[in-house]
Nanobody, 125 residues
Framework: QVQLVESGGGLVQAGGSLRLSCAASGRTFSMYAVAWFRQAPGKEREFVAAKNWSGGNTRYADSVKGRFTISRDNAKKTVYLQMNSLKPEDTAVYYC??????????????????WGQGTQVTVSS
């Protein structure tokens, strides 16, 4: 079983930065893919960024390319989402997700079987 716990959300002004963390536990993650998704009020959940835990492929949604960076710390079993130049439209609950690379169709499509509880990010204009 895999447990994911997000942290780092909060309120920030437009143009500011936040770093989200996703602490993973429960197993070895060398053959896992990890991803960030977000869901704004009244909207469907959407893909933000993903990467293989081994450090290979990385994918970003077009809306965050050049502003967000996904990274991981193997020793801490933690995945990060560095968010810069934040915009009001980035406001959403951000979720961390993970699953075996052998189970997902792609980094952006998943499907991911393990999810965190989410962390709220609010960007004020």
């Amino acid at each position: 079983q895999v447990q994911l716990v997000e942290s780092g959300g909060g309120l920030v002004q437009a143009g500011g930065s936040l770093r989200l963390s996703c602490a993973a536990s429960g197993r070895t993650f060398s053959m896992y893919a990890v991803a960030w998704f977000r869901q704004a009020p009244g909207k469907e959940r959407e893909f933000v960024a993903a990467k293989n835990w081994s450090g290979g492929n990385t994918r970003y949604a077009d809306s965050v390319k050049g502003r967000f960076t996904i990274s991981r710390d193997n020793a801490k079993k933690t995945v990060y989402l560095q968010m810069n130049s934040l915009k009001p439209e980035d406001t959403a609950v951000y979720y961390c997700a993970a699953d075996s690379v052998y189970k997902i169709t792609s980094l952006s499509l998943g499907p991911f079987g393990f999810w965190g509880q989410g962390t709220q990010v609010t960007v004020s204009s």
